[in-house]
């Protein structure tokens, strides 16, 4: 039943984006879809999903309950910010994201006790456990984080691991156009501590970074936007 259901609801998404696309088209968007340089060497897609009427590399943001920005191994996210200028983060920077990440954990269920029941099953550390039982590395990933906010969120909207044509603008579905210049700065500043939550805000948590389970890098980080919180501050924007 649920496998039907997904397909239903996949069946469901592709005709919505199908739609969007077409309305898109006659805005007077012009769809891409290329490669570039990546940081990484090689090739990587391309972040831009369209160019505008007035000639801007713009990402499509559709209606949704939140929107990926990049999906790389945590030591990527690393270089992908220290490409556009981040300080150079430490081994206690790494480890703590490693931990996170659940990258290095064998085992570490067993030297840690109590281990919440998601730990466990998915072998990794919550922020909480990271500060409690590692708190120089929690200390040093918060102080990184924290420090290159800006180059962290101006490289995940505008670049990924892409290292030349950067998107200009985001086209929200729900909330319009903004420039990038104009959302980084939206994005900065701080959230109220609250170790008990599962991701890593970044800023003031509109942009965030999430563990991935599951996939072809279960071990990965996800640099997504939420959507209450972006909606919240650019409300105020508009």
């Not at 060497?41 to 369209?50: E, F, I, L, W, Y």
Request: charged share 25%.
């Amino acid at each position: 039943m649920s496998t039907n259901n997904q397909r239903v609801a996949g069946r469901k998404a592709k005709l919505e984006g199908h739609l969007y696309e077409k309305s898109l088209i006659v805005e007077g968007y012009t769809p891409c879809d290329g490669y570039v340089p990546s940081i990484l060497g090689g090739k990587t897609r391309s972040k831009c999903d369209a160019i505008s009427p007035e000639g801007f590399r713009t990402s499509i943001k559709k209606q949704a309950s939140g929107w990926q920005l990049q999906d790389s191994r945590y030591l990527d996210i690393i270089r992908m910010a220290e490409f556009h200028g981040a300080s150079l983060a430490n081994e206690e920077v790494k480890l703590g994201l490693s931990l996170y990440c659940g990258d290095d954990t064998k085992g570490i269920e067993k030297s840690i006790s109590p281990l919440s029941e998601l730990e466990v099953r998915q072998g990794r550390l919550l922020p909480s456990s990271l500060a409690t039982y590692f708190p120089s590395y929690w200390a040093s990933l918060q102080e990184w984080l924290q420090h290159n906010q800006k180059v962290l969120i101006y490289s995940a909207l505008a670049y990924g691991l892409c290292a030349s044509d950067p998107v200009q603008r985001i086209k929200f579905e729900e909330f319009g156009v903004f420039d990038i210049p104009e959302l980084v700065e939206a994005f900065l500043g701080s959230v109220p501590e609250d170790l008990s939550r599962s991701m890593l805000p970044i800023g003031n948590g509109a942009v965030q970074m999430q563990r991935k389970s599951g996939g072809k890098r279960p071990h990965s980080l996800l640099i997504r936007l939420d959507r209450c919180r972006v909606k919240e501050i650019l409300c105020k924007i508009h």
